[in-house]
């Protein structure tokens, strides 16, 4: 059974960092593509990044590119989530998720496991 398990949010001053974490378990995922999203009150969940776990190809939304970073340990098998020069406009719950490599698309229907979020908060 796919677990992803979030941890790592909390409130921050703008211009702050937070790093959040992944814990994923129940498979190999040499194959799999693990994303972070996020979704603030009213808004639909949206893509912010993403990270083969083969090759550690990544990819992010333009919002995010130049301040978060994500990456991944074989090791610990966790997937991180760097976020600096946090701004407000960050505030949202932060969720990860994993889809086969075989599926395309920063959509939200593509990804198959979700965990189960961590609140990020951003103040002004």
């Known amino acids: 059974q796919v677990q992803l398990v979030e941890s790592g949010g909390g409130l921050v001053q703008a211009g702050g960092s937070l790093r959040l974490s992944c814990a994923a378990s129940?498979?190999?995922?040499?194959?799999?593509?693990i994303g972070w999203f996020r979704q603030a009150p009213g808004k639909e969940r949206e893509f912010v990044a993403g990270i083969n776990w083969s090759d550690s190809r990544t990819t992010y939304t333009d919002s995010v590119s130049g301040r978060f970073t994500i990456s991944r340990s074989f090791v610990r098998n966790m997937v991180y989530l760097q976020m600096n020069s946090l701004k407000p406009e960050d505030t949202a719950g932060y969720y990860c998720?994993?889809?086969?490599?075989?599926?395309?698309?920063?959509?939200?229907?593509?990804?198959?496991?979700w965990g189960q979020g961590t609140q990020v908060t951003v103040s002004s």
């Open positions: 129940g498979r190999t995922f040499s194959n799999w593509r």
């Open positions: 998720a994993a889809r086969p490599l075989t599926t395309t698309g920063r959509g939200t229907t593509n990804y198959d496991y």
